[in-house]
């Protein structure tokens, strides 16, 4: 379990994306967490006076947010009892952050705060 999971299938080939939405759902509580997580890690190196740039995949499948609490609860209760759910495949780092912060604002994290792990956004929303 704790698959991503895209239009009811487990997503496992990024592709070309650059980035995807997410949500999360504690199944026990149904508590949620809406994200953004990057597929790819660009590094550059320096060889022979020239730099080359190339990318990495990140660490997106076992990637559980940013949310301590949320990682806590996912050690304890277990990955079963978690859904990750890709809500959108980004070509782009900036639509990657509208969609993000698109779905907080749709889904009213900020004014439904018992129902969300979305706790910095609180913090910094004040």
Not at 24 to 50: A, D, E, L, P
Request: with cysteine; charged share 35%; glycine share 6%.
């Amino acid at each position: 379990m704790g698959d991503w999971i895209f239009k009811g299938e487990a997503f496992i080939d990024p592709g070309e994306y650059y980035g995807f939405v997410y949500l999360i759902v504690n199944t026990t509580n149904n508590r949620k967490y809406i994200g953004k997580k990057f597929f790819w890690t660009s590094k550059r190196k320096q060889v022979n006076k020239v730099r080359k740039h190339y990318k990495i995949e990140s660490d997106w499948k076992d990637y559980w947010s940013s949310s301590e609490e949320l990682k806590q609860d996912v050690d304890k209760l277990g990955k079963e009892n978690f859904t990750r759910e890709i809500l959108h495949l980004c070509k782009t780092k900036g639509v990657t952050n509208y969609l993000e912060v698109k779905e907080q604002i749709l889904r009213e994290v900020l004014e439904n705060k018992e129902e969300w792990y979305n706790t910095w956004i609180i913090v910094t929303g004040k």
